[in-house]
């Protein structure tokens, strides 16, 4: 009795650690989305001020330059050239860069009153604020999913215990599952096997996940709860393993 126990509980922790984990994941992407959602939106308030209080003007790309950063990957730079009040700016540096430009290239830029020298690209200033915000809302979404999938798991297992028919299978074998790792080790899955009373073949149903070594449950008995009109639903029970 001791061992089953022991048994037991090695399992519901292993469930219960795989539900943290996956809690956990879900919180992180949420907060990682919040924060690139109000990064974004601080990104789009600030930027629309700039926008609205600068002066629109038409520029010259002077120069494009290139320089090979620690990724051996090239950065590129692009100067351009432009009149404010009388006065001509010229290779000013811009803090964006598009592959759309080219020296040459007649642009149009947004230029800050009290700074001629602060200009940004009209065409791409929006660009930071949109991207981060995207890469927020899609991590928000992926929380959501997750969180989505764990409830409607826990309500569908709950319906068929409820519900279902009560099964007796017997532990045969077990298969790994990769999809897990933890401490650079994979769990198992119970294969557990029973015969179905109208047409006498072998019906064989997979356990959620166990990380004790399979050996301990093989010829054991198990519960299996199966949905009444689809017996391809179904609930191993492990808690109740004999």
């Known amino acids: 009795k001791v061992l089953l126990k022991q048994e037991q509980y090695g399992m519901r922790y292993g469930m219960r650690r795989i539900k943290l984990i996956s809690l956990i994941v879900a919180i992180i992407f949420a907060i990682t989305g919040g924060v690139c959602i109000a990064v974004g939106a601080a990104a789009f308030v600030k930027t629309k001020e700039f926008a609205d209080d600068g002066v629109m003007v038409k520029a010259k790309v002077s120069a494009i330059e290139g320089e090979i950063n ?37 642009i149009e830029l947004y230029l800050d009153k009290n700074n001629p020298e602060n200009v940004r690209i009209k065409s791409i200033i929006y660009l930071f ?35 279902g028919v009560r099964i007796y299978a017997q532990v045969k074998g077990s298969v790994v599952d990769t999809s897990y790792t933890i401490n650079n080790k994979h ?35 198990v519960p299996v709860y199966a949905d009444r009109e689809d017996r391809s639903k179904y609930v191993v029970d492990l808690k109740n393993i004999k």
């Open 70 to 106: 620690d990724e051996g990957e090239t950065d590129y730079t692009a100067y351009v050239t432009y009149e404010y009040e009388e006065k001509e700016y010229k290779r000013i540096r811009l803090k964006e860069y598009s592959s759309s430009l080219y020296e040459g290239k007649t």
């Open 129 to 163: 604020p949109a991207v981060f915000t995207g890469i927020g809302i899609i991590f928000l979404i992926i929380a959501a999913i997750i969180l989505i999938l764990r409830l409607r798991g826990d309500r569908r297992r709950k319906r068929i215990m409820e519900t």
């Open 187 to 221: 769990p198992c899955r119970l294969e557990c096997v029973y015969y179905d009373e109208a047409s006498g073949q072998p019906v064989i149903c997979t356990s959620d996940i166990i990380w004790e070594p399979p050996e301990t449950y093989i010829d054991k008995y």
